[in-house]
């Protein structure tokens, strides 16, 4: 055995943390498949063994062999006639198994590459096995590591003895990675495939949020609060339900911190993410209301059977209830489980064109116009008899599309009707 297989084996054994016992059983395959390979029919032989000594770095191979009668002995690979067995063993029977050596000559030098070879890839299944023994029952925990490389648009994380994987379906958007960039990542999974296992990392999974808020509220880490539900739009925005098991902590509060401490430690986590916390109501409608906040809402509409929530906001709160790019429609409908459409609270508009048409009907009774020529000249300034009065003929010919007589027709009664009021 040559310096660099005993390096070898101290790197595994100690860098790796791989059992001293796997790492020479690793080794002792390693120089049998050696052996098997430089002589010829050597892969005939049934039981054999590697012998190996770390302290004197020699390594001996042995084949088990059965003692045959003389007679009946056929398999030279496999069986030894009992006179040949007696020279080595003088009381060996028909029956009997003996160790043969047949390691040959410079068999160590000879054999030392093809053995480091095979050895390396025994260890590396070895590694696996071990990745996976540690982390199969990490997966939903949050681990720390260090940016390594990327492969395409993954990005490999190391994780101390282990790497792990960022898919780019698990990257956040907004999020640049450096090699050598310290970060905390959610294991999603531990795939145990046929190339062996593979830790699956997330930055952007929903429970990598819900992790956070675990580690920095004791309140819900205690059971005091509940988190609902969490819906996610990783680098732009998170909305978090949380519910109380005691009426005297509020929910929101505890989540928030003693002025926001908490909510912002998380939020620093997620590279500034917009984070809402809402109070969790198992009424729809009552919900809605929070989850949409800033937005003030004008009127809710609930069709149970299909669940949709249909909700209306003025003109200018419609671009807050939507958010940007739907965002805050997009994510309460994910926290609810409903089907959320927002549009513009029509009420005011037909309050206004009810008055505009009552006040067109009063000017069209006074002035002796027909009702579509009363809108338009209410609509043109003259909500009185008296405002059309003060009004210049060509205004009234070019607002009215009317002649010039009818035009001095229109001022004559505008200015009777004006001056009777």
């Keep these: 055995m040559t310096n660099d297989i005993v390096a070898l084996i101290d790197y595994y054994e100690k860098e790796k943390g791989i059992a001293r016992e796997k790492v020479l059983g690793a080794l002792e395959f390693a120089f049998i498949s050696a052996y098997r390979k430089m002589v010829p029919g050597a892969d005939k032989i049934e039981k054999i063994r590697a012998d190996i000594d770390t302290r004197k770095g020699d390594t001996v191979i042995y084949a088990s062999l059965s003692v045959v009668a003389d007679d009946d002995y056929l ?29 040959p000559k410079n068999f160590g030098r000879i054999a030392t590459q093809t053995a480091k070879q095979t ?24 681990v720390s590591g260090t940016v390594r490389r990327f492969e395409k648009s993954d990005v490999m994380i190391d994780l101390g003895k282990f790497e792990g994987r960022i898919p780019s379906r698990e990257r956040v958007v907004t999020e640049d990675y450096n090699i ?11 795939e145990n495939e046929n190339r062996g296992p593979e830790i699956i990392l ?17 309140e819900i880490a205690d059971g005091t609060v509940d988190l609902r539900g969490i819906a996610r739009e990783a680098g732009y925005r998170t909305k978090v339900a949380v519910a109380s098991n005691d009426e005297k902590v509020d929910p929101v509060g505890a ?8 909510v912002k430690n998380i939020v620093r986590e997620l590279n500034n993410e917009k984070v809402d916390i809402i109070r969790w109501n198992s009424d729809p409608a009552t919900f809605v209301v929070e989850a949409l906040k800033p937005a003030n809402i004008r009127s809710i509409k609930l069709d149970e059977a299909n669940k949709v929530v249909s909700v209306t906001v003025d003109e200018d709160e419609l671009s807050k209830a939507i958010g940007r790019r739907g965002q805050n429609a997009r994510l309460t409908a994910k926290l609810l489980g409903w089907e959320v459409q927002v549009s513009k609270d029509e009420s005011q508009h037909e309050q206004f064109e009810a008055r505009v048409e009552d006040a067109a009907s009063s ?9 579509e020529m009363a809108d338009k000249l209410f609509r043109a300034g003259g909500a009185t008899a008296e405002l059309v009065a003060q009004m210049p003929e060509e205004y009234i010919i070019a607002q009215l599309g009317i002649s010039e007589e009818a035009a001095r027709d ?7 009707n004006g001056s009777d009021a």
Excluded: W
């Excluded at 997330?202 to 004791?218: D, K, T």
């Excluded at 006074?366 to 009702?371: H, I």
């Excluded at 229109?410 to 009777?416: F, N, P, T």
């Design 75 to 103: 398999d030279k690979f496999n069986e030894v006639p009992v006179s040949l067995a007696r020279k080595n063993k003088a009381d060996a029977e028909v029956g009997d198994e003996l160790d043969f050596n047949v390691t």
């Design 119 to 142: 050895m390396m890839q025994r260890l590396r299944m070895a590694e696996k096995e071990m990745i996976y023994d540690e982390y199969k029952d990490r997966a939903g925990d949050i």
């Design 180 to 190: 050598g960039d310290r970060i905390r990542v959610y294991v999603v999974a531990v």
């Design 202 to 218: 997330s930055r952007s999974h929903p429970n990598f949020v819900r992790r956070l808020f675990e580690s920095e509220v004791a």
């Design 255 to 262: 989540c928030v911190g003693l002025r926001g401490a908490r």
């Design 363 to 371: 000017l069209a009774d006074q002035l002796g116009l027909d009702s």
């Design 410 to 416: 229109v001022l004559s009664k505008a200015a009777s």
